[in-house]
C-alpha cells in the first residue's frame, strides 16, 4: 500500500510516518510532501492508494490541492482544528482525526479504509489523474462526532433511525448509537426508498435490519437487528409497508 503523507512539521510527519508503518505491515509511506503545491505535484507524478493529509499548510490549506487535482484516493486528515469537517469529506475524506494523533486512532483509520475499499471505483481521466467516482444521492453516509473524534457511518451500517424527545438517533447493526442532525422526514427524502422505509412516526427502518414480522389482529409488529423490543407498523403504515417489502 503507497501512502502519501502531507505534513509541513517535520516532526509530526515524522511521527506519523513512524505510526503508519508500525501499525500497519503492508503500509509503506512512499513520499511526504510539506506544501499543497508539492503535494499537487506528487499526486500527478505517482500513484497513491491512500493520503495522510494535515488541513493547514505551508502554503495554504491542503484543499487547495484539490483545486489543482482531483483526489486520486481515499483521503485520512489529521489535524489539530476540528473546522474543517465538512469540506474534508467533500475531499475524498474517510477519517477525520485531530491531533495528537495515537496509534489506535491509526488502526481505526486503516480498518475504515479496509472496510471502504470495496466501494471505491478509479476511473482514468483526459487530465491523467485519478479520482473516485461515487453518487452524491441518494445519501451514502453520515458525519458522526464522538468525543474529539469525527468520522463517518456508512448507510448500510445503519440498521434504523428513531426519534428521542427532539433527538434523532442512528443504531447501526452492531448496537452503537449516535445522534445526527437530520429530521426523520429529511432522512426519508435522502436515503434511497428501496432500502429505507418509515414503520411510524418515531422509526425509520432498514430492509436489511428487518428479521422478523408478526401480525396480530392486523397490527404488524416488526423484530429488528439491534433491538430486543418488537417495532410495531403505524396501521396507516401498514399497506405501503406490505407493498414495500414485496418490492
Not at 57 to 76: H, R
Not at 144 to 153: D, Q, Y
Request: charge should be negative.
Amino acid at each position: 500500500m503507497n501512502i502519501l503523507v502531507v505534513e509541513d512539521e517535520p516532526v509530526a510527519a515524522a511521527r506519523l510516518k513512524s505510526l503508519i508503518e508500525e501499525r500497519n505491515a503492508d503500509a509503506k509511506v512512499g513520499a511526504i510532501e510539506a506544501t499543497a503545491e508539492k503535494a499537487a505535484s506528487r499526486i500527478l507524478a505517482e500513484d497513491f492508494d491512500l493520503i495522510f493529509m494535515d488541513i493547514q499548510l505551508a502554503d495554504g490549506l491542503c484543499f487547495d490541492i484539490f483545486e489543482a487535482v482531483d483526489p486520486p484516493c481515499p483521503v485520512i486528515f489529521c489535524t489539530a482544528f476540528d473546522d474543517y469537517a465538512i469540506q474534508a469529506f467533500k475531499a475524498n475524506g474517510i477519517e477525520y482525526l485531530l491531533k495528537p494523533v495515537r496509534g489506535e486512532d491509526i488502526d481505526r483509520a486503516f480498518e475504515r479504509y479496509e472496510s471502504l475499499k470495496g466501494q471505491f471505483t478509479k476511473t482514468d481521466l483526459i487530465s491523467g489523474t485519478k479520482k473516485i467516482e461515487y453518487d452524491t444521492s441518494p445519501k451514502q453516509r453520515f458525519l458522526i462526532r464522538a468525543g474529539n473524534r469525527l468520522f463517518s457511518i456508512q448507510v448500510d451500517e445503519v440498521a434504523w433511525f428513531e426519534t428521542r424527545g427532539r433527538d434523532i438517533a442512528l443504531r447501526t447493526f452492531d448496537g452503537r448509537d449516535f445522534y445526527i442532525d437530520d429530521t426523520l422526514n429529511e432522512l426519508e427524502r435522502k436515503l434511497e426508498p428501496r432500502l429505507f422505509f418509515r414503520i411510524s412516526r418515531q422509526r425509520l427502518v432498514a430492509f436489511d435490519a428487518i428479521e422478523d414480522i408478526r401480525i396480530d389482529e392486523g397490527r404488524y409488529h416488526v423484530k429488528m437487528a439491534a433491538d430486543p423490543s418488537l417495532v410495531t407498523v403505524s396501521r396507516d403504515r401498514v399497506s405501503d409497508f406490505r407493498q414495500w417489502l414485496d418490492r
